[in-house]
């Protein structure tokens, strides 16, 4: 958010900030902030830039058809985002980018069965990456599996201890249950690592108001 603010024209940032928020399921931001990419994206820039473009697309051409998927996602094309993501993974079958990119469309597009099976496949993956870990308990969140989804959640916690996004997501599955002292104490620790998340803030303020401050 920061970055955006300093740098409204860095369509990189809007696209990092859109995947940020996709992954800690703030959903309607997130399609702004990739809306937002896709406009960037599409306006003519120098001479230079388009060559440094072009250079950039020919040393990772992964990153860019993963690009190119989450702005057809952010246009409401939520198919063809899903095919690139799966065109790529299946060129690059050790790759993760491409399985968690294909778990973030379908979380969107609310095919949390099918987002389950591709976190899965990242999972056995890269079983100690805990940004898998924490797709497959977004994953478990979105099918309603509260127990799998924490036992993500804290598993991620454990392989990174810096990941935010998972701190606040076991916080809101506490939350629902009632544990609200461990999920304040989780909230806390995420806007110690960031306290620009907007997220965490209002779920942490909702708490103290439940227990009176």
């Known amino acids: 958010r920061r970055a955006v603010e300093m740098l409204p024209q860095d369509r990189l940032g809007w696209q990092a900030l859109g995947q940020s928020l996709m992954a800690t399921g703030e959903r ?16 003519s820039a120098p001479g230079s830039v388009r060559e440094q473009q072009a250079q950039a697309r020919l040393d990772n051409p992964t990153g860019t058809q993963l690009d190119a998927a989450m ?7 939520g198919a063809r985002a899903l095919a690139i993501a799966r065109t790529e993974a299946a060129l690059a079958p ?4 491409p399985r968690l990119t294909a778990v973030q469309i379908l979380l969107a597009t609310k095919q949390a069965d099918e987002a389950l099976r591709e ?3 990242a999972v056995q993956l890269a079983p100690e990456q ?3 870990v924490h797709h497959r308990g977004l994953a478990h969140m ?3 599996d509260t127990s799998a989804a924490k036992r993500d959640m804290r598993r991620a916690i454990e392989l990174d201890e810096n990941f935010g996004g ?8 506490l939350m629902r249950e009632g544990e609200l002292l461990e999920a304040r104490d989780l909230l806390t620790r995420a806007l110690a690592l960031n306290p620009e998340n907007t997220l965490a803030r209002q779920n942490l303020e909702w708490i103290n108001d439940q227990l009176g401050g």
């Open 142 to 144: 979105e099918r309603g």
């Open 94 to 97: 050790d790759a993760l980018a």
């Open 166 to 173: 998972a701190y606040n997501d076991l916080a809101v599955l």
């Open 71 to 77: 702005g057809a996602l952010a246009a409401g094309d």
């Open 28 to 43: 309607e931001q997130a399609e702004i902030a990739l809306a937002r990419f896709t406009e960037l994206e599409g306006q």
């Open 130 to 132: 805990a940004v898998a």
């Open 119 to 121: 976190a899965e496949a």
